[in-house]
C-alpha cells in the first residue's frame, strides 16, 4: 500500500515569508509525527498528533511554527516569517497508535520529507 | 546536550564482513531502543528495535545489542552488503508524559561496504 507522502519535496522561501508543508499518513493510522531534521544532525521531534488533537507540541521552538490535522487524517506544518535557520527537511512519519516502537502497530513510518531552504 | 550519541560519524567495512555501529544514550527514562537506515533523498525507514528488558534482538542478518548498565547499544551487521550503506540512525523512545512516545535521534553514522 501507499506509504507516507509529503509535499511539496523541495521548497524554496525568502526570508520573511510564509510556507506550508503537507503530509499524507498511511491510510488508517492515528497517530501523526512531524521532525525536522538539520545538516548533519538526526530528525528532531516537533510535534505529535494523536487524532485531530496535538497532544504533544513540545518540540517547536518557538510560536512562528504550527499544525493542524482538522479531519485526522493529512496534516500541515505551517511557518510565519520563515527564518535562514528554518533551512532544514522537514520529515513526517505516522504509525498505526501511539508509538513505543517494539510492534508492528507502533512503529514510526517516515515520508521523504521536504526540503525547506529560506533564502 | 545530546542524549543519544553515535560517535562516529562514518564506518567503511569490506562485504561478508560484520559492521558494527555503536550508539550511547544519557537518559535512563528511554525504555525502547531503535535503529533507522536512511538513502538519500528517502526517509528513515525502521530497521530494528529492542526493549530496555532485553540483552538481544536478532532479525536475520541485523542483531542489536543492549547494555543498560553501560548505557550502550549496539547494532551488527553480519554478513555485510553493499545495498547496506546507507547511514545509520540510532533512536530512543521515552514516553513524553504527553501521550506521545517520542522518538529521539542520534546524528547517525554513514556505512559504506566495499564490494
Known amino acids: 500500500g501507499a506509504g507516507v507522502s509529503q509535499t511539496p519535496s523541495n521548497k524554496v522561501t525568502e526570508k520573511g515569508k510564509y510556507v506550508e508543508l503537507r503530509c499524507d499518513p498511511i491510510?488508517?493510522?492515528?497517530?501523526l509525527y512531524w521532525y525536522r531534521q538539520s545538516l548533519g544532525q538526526g530528525p528532531e521531534f516537533l510535534i505529535y498528533f494523536q487524532g485531530t488533537g496535538a497532544a504533544d507540541d513540545s518540540g517547536l521552538p518557538n510560536d512562528r511554527f504550527f499544525a493542524v490535522r482538522p479531519e485526522g487524517s493529512v496534516s500541515t506544518l505551517k511557518i510565519q516569517r520563515t527564518e535562514r535557520g528554518d533551512s532544514a527537511v522537514y520529515l513526517c512519519a505516522s504509525s498505526l497508535r501511539p508509538s513505543m516502537g517494539g510492534s508492528s502497530t507502533d512503529t514510526q513510518y517516515f515520508g521523504p520529507g521536504t526540503r525547506l531552504t529560506v533564502l | 546536550d545530546q542524549q543519544v550519541k553515535q560517535n562516529s560519524p562514518s564506518l567503511s567495512v569490506q562485504e561478508g564482513r560484520i559492521s558494527i555501529l555503536n550508539c550511547d544514550y544519557t537518559?535512563?527514562?528511554?525504555?525502547?531502543f531503535l535503529w533507522y537506515k536512511k538513502y538519500p533523498a528517502e526517509g528513515p525507514t525502521f530497521l530494528i528495535s529492542?526493549?530496555?528488558?532485553?540483552d538481544k534482538n536478532e532479525d536475520g542478518r541485523f542483531t542489536v545489542f543492549l547494555n543498560k548498565s553501560a548505557k550502550h547499544l549496539s547494532l551488527h551487521i553480519v554478513p555485510s552488503q553493499p545495498g547496506d550503506s546507507a547511514v545509520y540512525f540510532c533512536a530512543a523512545s521515552a514516553y513524553s508524559g504527553a501521550g506521545s512516545y517520542q522518538l529521539t535521534f542520534g546524528k547517525g553514522t554513514k556505512l559504506s561496504v566495499i564490494p
Open positions: 529492542i526493549s530496555s528488558i532485553k
Open positions: 537518559n535512563s527514562m528511554f525504555d525502547y
Open positions: 491510510s488508517g493510522h492515528t497517530a
